[in-house]
């Protein structure tokens, strides 16, 4: 199948990037769920040190930035268009702090649940269907469309494992539905599927994701898993440079800055949401890819930021682009300039930002009704009769990811397992003839980003970023 199959407007691409703007209000929240908290500075710790305070005008951080020698100073009625209307709403915590830092893949998950959608019945089949935005007598023609697409994609792998006991007999129908894969079998020992689930995990992600997301029980039947992995260099590289914001949660820190200057104005843009202003600049990567860096007002929530970047994608929301943008327009960390200039000269677009590494590890059963999982659930009674005659029910439903974005480009991973277990059971001064625009994009407090396929506009990775890499040599 060729991409352009697939275009922007295919219900797989929308039904994806609905899912990550609703997924997007509940994990970057930072709630004591455990679904979306992470780590800013590695994998494996998990923290919560920023708030979506402070402000940014781009000029108090250039007055910090030094070279980078060293630091000087259910139904299918769901929406398909974007809409934020039917979304979760995300609220800071009651301790002010709004976020912690994240990174998931609805791209990773989205296939599962349609797959599990083409087997369900009863409410399990509706829930799934509303959570996936589509009818699910249509979920496993477009689960394996949305894995084939991903597959193709340069610098972007991804893959489906299927495990099950030898005594489960599944649906041929259902099986022969899947993408072709590697059905392995589970041995009913913990120890051992455990270790042979984390080596494909391993290997499906080139060592960025170790373990498998996923609890085996004694009544375990059956392990659905997908691996997403991609990577990009930037066609632009960053430079390297220290930060210290001065106002804002990482006031007085010294962070590993990048920074760069591009003629291309139209790749950033403000935009208005309901919400508030948010500001968005892209960061063109080879092989198709861009990562959208997102800022919003200070009074918006993680969330919010995040939905408003993907209705950006669906062209859903009034904006300025760069070549249009004037003193007049004010954004978050936006800073727009007419300066004089001895000849005629393009406007530019300089952006600061900082480099970060997340991940996270989301238990997706703490908002089972978000996913469709609520009464798939239940173990009382079965739930896929397309998949198996014996009663099913789901046990667990975890994801995995990590992302990392420096001077040189962006990496991502996610692996997602849903595990079945049985049921039932500064400018010049001089006067010139000529003047130009500088707009100056400044990323120096918590922020959110997309990770974009750029043809159809299907976001593959989001996240929210509240611990930025220190300058080397700093903490």
């Known amino acids: 199948m060729r991409f352009t199959d697939v275009g922007s407007e295919t219900s797989g691409v929308r039904a994806v990037n609905e899912l990550t703007a609703r997924w997007a209000a509940v994990a970057a929240t930072g709630t004591s769920t455990g679904l979306g908290t992470g780590t800013g500075t590695g994998p494996g710790t998990v923290t919560n040190t920023g708030t979506n305070t402070g402000t940014n005008t781009g000029t108090d951080t250039e007055k910090t930035i030094g070279s980078s020698a060293g630091p000087g100073t259910g139904p299918s009625t769901a929406p398909a268009t974007g809409s934020t209307t ?63 697409v991903l597959d193709e994609l340069p610098g972007v792998d991804a893959a489906m494992g299927l495990w099950s006991k030898r005594t489960l007999e599944l649906r041929r129908q259902w099986v022969g539905g899947l993408p072709p894969h590697a059905h392995g079998a589970l041995t009913g020992s913990a120890a051992k599927d455990k270790q042979a689930l984390d080596a494909w995990a391993a290997e499906r992600t080139g060592g960025r994701i170790r373990e498998m997301p996923v609890l085996l029980e004694d009544d375990t039947e059956l392990v659905m898993a997908s691996a997403l992995a991609l990577e990009t260099d930037w066609v632009h590289p960053f430079e390297p440079r220290w930060v210290r914001p001065h106002t804002g949660p990482w006031r007085g820190r010294q962070l590993a800055g990048l920074g760069r200057s591009t003629p291309r104005v139209e790749q950033s843009c403000l935009a208005r949401a309901p919400e508030g202003s948010v500001t968005e600049c892209k960061v063109t990567g080879l092989g198709g890819l861009a990562v959208h860096l997102l800022l919003g007002d200070e009074g918006m929530t993680p969330g919010q930021v995040l939905a408003a970047g993907v209705d950006l994608l669906a062209g859903l929301l009034p904006t300025v682009p760069g070549d249009r943008l004037t003193e007049r327009d004010t954004g978050p960390g936006l800073e727009v300039l007419t300066v004089p200039c001895l000849a005629p000269t393009p406007p530019t677009l300089h952006v600061t930002t900082v480099a970060f590494d997340v991940s996270a590890r989301h238990d997706l059963l703490a908002h089972a009704e978000l996913f469709g999982l609520r009464s798939a659930t239940v173990r009382d009674t079965g739930h896929f009769p397309g998949i198996s005659a014996q009663p099913l029910a789901v046990g667990s439903a975890q994801q995995s990811a990590t992302a990392s974005f420096t001077e040189h480009g962006f990496k991502a991973a996610a692996v997602t397992a849903i595990m079945i277990a049985a049921a039932g059971a500064a400018p010049s001064r001089q006067q010139k003839r000529y003047t130009t625009t500088r707009i100056h994009a400044t990323f120096d407090r918590p922020f959110g980003f997309l990770c974009v396929h750029r043809e159809s506009g299907l976001a593959l990775a989001a996240g929210w970023v509240t611990e930025p890499t220190p300058y080397p040599g700093t903490s």
Request: glycine share 12%; proline share 8%; net charge negative.
């Open 86 to 148: 039917d979304r979760p709403t995300s609220s800071p915590s009651p301790d002010g702090d709004s976020s912690t830092g994240t990174v998931f893949s609805a791209a990773g998950l989205w296939p599962l649940l349609g797959f599990l959608a083409d087997g369900a019945g009863g409410a399990a089949r509706a829930e799934l269907a509303e959570a996936i935005g589509l009818p699910a007598e249509r979920a496993a023609a477009t689960a394996r469309e949305v894995l084939s």
